[in-house]
C-alpha cells in the first residue's frame, strides 16, 4: 500500500520568500503526482500535476519530481498571505480508483 | 457556480443516530469517492465508484454505506454515530483513469463538517 509523508509539518515564511515542501512516497511504479491546496474550511484544488522526472511549472507553483529516490517537491515563488493554507502531495497509477494523501504541511506566509 | 454540491455544509447529531450526506457532480465524470478528514487523521480515503459500482473499499465498519441512485450522485450513510465519527465528510470525482482530460485528477467539494455529540 502506497504511503505518503510530508515535511515539514508546517512552515512560515515571510511573504516574497521561497517556500518549499517535500512529499516522499513509497510506490515507485506510482506514475501521476499532484500537489493540493486547501484552504481553511474549503475544498481541496489542485495546483500542479506532474508525471515525468522533472520540474513542472504552474503560476508560481513548481514541482519537482525524483522517482529514483521517490521525492517530489513543491516550490511556492513569491508567497503571498493568500497562499497561507494546507498543502497536500498525492502520487497516483497502482491504486487505481484510490489516491492517498499525505497529512500536508500547514504553510503560513506572515506579510 | 459550484459543480460539486454537498449538502448539508454542517450537521449535528446525536450519538447513536443515522444521518445522510449528499454529494452530487455535474462535471460528467464517472468515478466519485468519499473522503474523510478529522482534527486527528489526515484526509483519508473510504470508497471510490465508477458507474455506480463499488470499485475500492477502505472503511472497515459497515455502517459507513455509499448509495449511488445515478451515475453522478454518491451519497454516504451512516449509522449508529459514534463522536469519532465526528469529521469533515469530502466528495470528489475524477475522469476513469486512462479516459479523458486529466484523468485521475480529483475535484473535491466543499465538504460536509460533522459533529456528533
Known amino acids: 500500500q502506497q504511503k505518503v509523508q510530508q515535511s515539514p509539518e508546517s512552515l512560515t515564511v515571510s511573504e516574497g520568500a521561497m517556500a518549499s515542501l517535500n512529499c516522499t512516497f513509497s510506490d515507485r511504479s506510482s506514475d501521476n503526482f499532484r500537489w493540493y491546496r486547501q484552504h481553511s474550511g474549503k475544498g481541496l484544488e489542485v495546483l500542479v500535476s506532474?508525471?515525468?522526472?522533472g520540474e513542472k511549472e504552474e503560476g508560481s507553483f513548481t514541482a519537482h519530481l525524483n522517482r529514483a529516490s521517490l521525492h517530489v517537491f513543491l516550490h511556492i515563488r513569491e508567497p503571498q498571505p493568500s497562499d497561507s493554507a494546507l498543502y497536500l502531495c498525492?502520487?497516483?497509477?497502482?491504486?487505481?480508483?484510490?489516491?492517498?494523501f499525505g497529512s500536508g504541511t500547514r504553510l503560513l506566509v506572515s506579510p | 457556480d459550484p459543480k460539486i454540491i454537498q449538502k448539508p455544509k454542517y450537521l449535528v447529531a446525536v450519538t447513536g443516530s443515522e444521518k445522510i450526506l449528499i454529494c452530487e457532480q455535474y462535471l460528467g465524470h464517472n468515478a466519485m469517492y468519499w473522503y474523510r478528514q478529522s482534527a486527528k487523521k489526515p484526509l483519508e480515503f473510504m470508497f471510490s465508484?465508477?458507474?455506480?459500482?463499488?470499485?475500492d473499499n477502505q472503511t472497515a465498519s459497515s455502517r459507513f454505506q455509499p448509495q449511488s441512485s445515478k451515475k453522478n450522485h454518491l451519497d454516504l450513510q451512516i449509522t449508529a454515530l459514534k463522536p469519532d465519527d465526528s469529521a469533515t465528510y469530502f466528495c470528489?470525482?475524477?475522469?476513469?483513469?486512462?479516459?479523458?482530460?486529466?484523468?485521475?485528477?480529483?475535484?473535491f467539494g466543499e465538504g460536509s463538517k460533522l459533529t456528533v455529540l
Open positions: 498525492a502520487p497516483e497509477g497502482t491504486g487505481g480508483y484510490k489516491v492517498v
Open positions: 506532474i508525471f515525468s522526472d
Open positions: 465508484y465508477s458507474y455506480q459500482k463499488l470499485m
Open positions: 470528489a470525482s475524477s475522469h476513469l483513469p486512462g479516459q479523458g482530460a486529466n484523468t485521475g485528477q480529483l475535484y
